[in-house]
């Protein structure tokens, strides 16, 4: 609950809730977002490793670190949705639901199409199961 605050507080500062700030980074017109991206690449970078040396986590039996190095359909057609709609309307998971405090119909039309698409893709992963 704290990573998660202390994320979504640096969500906010950086002004990721806030999607005409998002676009302009994506429009090469403001650097503070890719200023907030290199800070958390670094910190990222150098915490990781030292982390990594505990022998298990601090809430955890052990460590969970994904095993799969491979890139299949589905990984890949993710993340060109996701992108795209990232570039169209400046909102991803992450500063949207930090977002929805802020009361913008916006950001809780965007979380509904979200959950909406969320639903929808279980309902195709289990009937072709």
């Known amino acids: 609950m704290v990573s998660g605050l202390l994320f979504a507080l640096g969500l ?10 998002v676009l302009a980074f994506l429009e090469f017109r403001d650097p503070a977002l890719m200023l907030t991206m290199g800070a958390a690449v670094a910190v990222t ?18 460590f ?17 949705l996701f992108g795209v709609g990232w570039g169209l309307v400046g909102l991803c998971p992450g500063p949207a639901l930090t977002g929805l405090v802020a009361g913008d119909p916006r950001q809780w039309l965007f979380v509904a199409a979200m959950l909406a698409g969320m639903f929808i893709h279980q309902r195709l992963e289990r009937s072709a199961s």
Not at 12 to 21: D, I, N, S
């Open 64 to 80: 969970l670190l994904p095993t799969r190095s491979d890139l299949d359909r589905p990984l890949i057609v993710g993340a060109v």
């Open 12 to 21: 906010g500062l950086a002004g990721m809730t806030r999607p005409t700030q």
């Open 45 to 62: 970078g150098l915490g990781f490793p030292l982390l990594l040396r505990r022998s298990r986590p601090l809430l955890g039996p052990r």
